[in-house]
């Protein structure tokens, strides 16, 4: 069994920041790329940022400069920096993981549930 459960998410004002977390816990052997998915009402879920294991990451062109992506390898652990949020950037955002489990072959992607992100004034 593997768990992916997020933190930080929340009501910020537009220009404000906000910092998300997703730990990875259970039966893993390795974690190849963790990253981040969000999901506005009526719109499909896009790739929002990923680090790959060698720590290389990829953002959406709507968040580059704003949002930064990190991980911490020893805590199986990915963080999403948000800076000068927008209206738009409201979303659930899920964070996903591409790795192997013990005892399996082949990679897999696991989720979490979601973090609510809701940037008001």
């Known amino acids: 069994q593997v768990q992916l459960v997020e933190s930080g998410g929340g009501l910020v004002q537009p220009g404000g920041s906000l910092r998300l977390s997703c730990e990875a816990s259970g039966n893993i052997f390795i974690i190849y790329t963790m990253g981040w998915y969000r999901q506005a009402p009526g719109k499909q879920r896009e790739l929002v940022a990923s680090?790959?294991?060698?720590?290389?990451?990829n953002y959406a062109d709507s968040v580059k400069g704003r949002f930064t992506a990190s991980r911490d390898d020893a805590k199986n652990t990915v963080y999403l920096q948000m800076n000068s949020l927008k209206p738009d950037d409201t979303a659930e955002y899920y964070c996903y993981a591409y790795m192997i489990q013990n005892g399996r072959i082949g990679p897999a992607d696991f989720w979490g549930q979601g973090t609510q992100v809701t940037v008001s004034s």
């Open positions: 680090v790959t294991s060698a720590h290389t990451t």
